[in-house]
């Protein structure tokens, strides 16, 4: 007979499989990060056009939308993530190769990477650590992502540098707060599928990265 308390199991039992959902999504991220830069250096040697940036974008958007969902849960969903973070990589050649043109294109590349490590592991440790449940940002989060991405198109017609810098301000705090959003749905259960976390983060990452650039490089002109 068995004198183990249910409850203590059930809660042990989860701790176990939040654990290995963080080690499972951490790895997964690590190695799309690596895949990613590996496109984006392949990219930027042979120098492709910025429309490839569009094109991977829409590419890679159309794979999280309309594909990643359906196999997540899937052998396929682990090719599916490598597609979708090897397209954003051979976009993002590039725009990293734009702004190494630039006078100081090397330090501006460095400190936006710098910049976004600080932000990812910063905010990442301190949600693990602390278990806090930031599920309460979620509608201001996507509130404010909607509001951004109509400015967005917008500018696309004023073209006004400075709300261009606002604009790249706005898209690094939202990242921040999602990056809190998402680590609190790993830790607490709003999540258990690591693929699908390891999408969340990485888009956050690549989101600072780039307006970090955007920031910096307007910064010099």
């Known amino acids: 007979m068995s004198l183990q308390n249910?409850?203590?199991?059930?809660?042990?039992?989860?701790l176990l499989a939040t654990n290995q959902l963080i080690r499972n999504t951490y790895l997964m991220l690590s190695l799309t990060l690596i895949w990613s830069a590996a496109m984006a250096g392949v990219s930027m040697w042979l120098k492709l056009p910025p429309m490839i940036s569009l094109i991977a974008m829409f590419g890679s958007m159309a794979l999280i939308w309309f594909v990643l969902p359906r196999t997540?849960?899937?052998?396929?969903?682990?090719?599916?993530?490598?597609?979708?973070?090897?397209?954003?990589?051979?976009g993002l050649g590039p725009t990293i190769n734009y702004?190494?043109?630039m006078a100081g294109g090397d330090q501006i590349v460095m400190t936006a990477l710098g910049g976004t490590g600080a932000i990812f592991f910063a905010l990442s440790a301190y949600a693990l650590t602390t278990r806090r449940d930031f599920s309460f940002m979620g509608g201001f989060l996507m509130v404010g992502l909607i509001v951004v991405l109509l400015a967005m198109l917008g500018n696309l017609f004023f073209h006004l540098p400075a709300l261009s810098m606002a604009l790249s301000a706005a898209v690094i705090l939202l990242?921040?707060?999602?990056?809190?959003?998402?680590?609190?749905?790993?830790?607490?259960?709003?999540?258990?599928?690591?693929?699908?976390?390891t999408v969340s983060l990485y888009l956050n990452i690549y989101n600072i990265f780039v307006s970090l650039l955007n920031l910096l490089g307007a910064s010099r002109d």
Do not use: W
């Open 99 to 101: 702004y190494l043109h």
């Open 6 to 14: 249910p409850t203590v199991t059930d809660r042990s039992e989860s």
């Open 175 to 197: 990242m921040s707060g999602f990056i809190l959003f998402d680590t609190s749905r790993m830790v607490n259960g709003g999540e258990d599928n690591y693929l699908m976390m």
């Open 72 to 90: 997540a849960r899937s052998g396929a969903g682990l090719m599916t993530v490598f597609a979708i973070t090897g397209l954003m990589g051979v």
